[in-house]
């Protein structure tokens, strides 16, 4: 089985930073790509960044310049390092994966549980 588990949400005041990170374990075969969608309060989920094989990155554009996206490929993880955050960026952020496990030997799409972030004074 694949898990998918989140770290580092959490609160924030406007203009800080925060890291979260996303480690995916069990029977891995090969993770073709792992991002960060979000989903606020009354909304639709939404991409926020995702990093495929060969360090190609995707970011919304509310993301760009403010938002990294980073994985460490021998730990299977994923980062993604906020600065600059701004209320509007509060929500549920959802690790995403998009991978092949030793038992079913086809890609497919893995969420993690989600993870808080609330930016507010």
């Known amino acids: 089985q694949v898990r998918l588990v989140e770290s580092g949400g959490g609160l924030v005041q406007p203009g800080g930073s925060l890291r979260l990170s996303c480690a995916a374990s069990?029977?891995?075969?090969?993770?073709?790509?792992m991002g960060w969608y979000r989903q606020a309060l009354g909304k639709g989920r939404e991409l926020v960044a995702i990093?495929?094989?060969?360090?190609?990155?995707n970011y919304a554009d509310s993301a760009k310049g403010r938002f990294t996206v980073s994985r460490d490929i021998a730990k299977n993880t994923v980062y993604l390092q906020m600065n600059s955050l701004k209320p509007e960026d509060t929500a549920v952020y959802y690790c995403?994966?998009?991978?092949?496990?030793?038992?079913?030997?086809?890609?497919?799409?893995?969420w993690g549980q989600g993870t808080q972030v609330t930016v507010s004074s």
């Open positions: 069990g029977s891995i075969f090969d993770i073709r790509a």
């Open positions: 995403n994966a998009d991978l092949k496990s030793s038992i079913v030997r086809i890609y497919m799409n893995y």
């Open positions: 990093i495929k094989r060969g360090e190609n990155t």
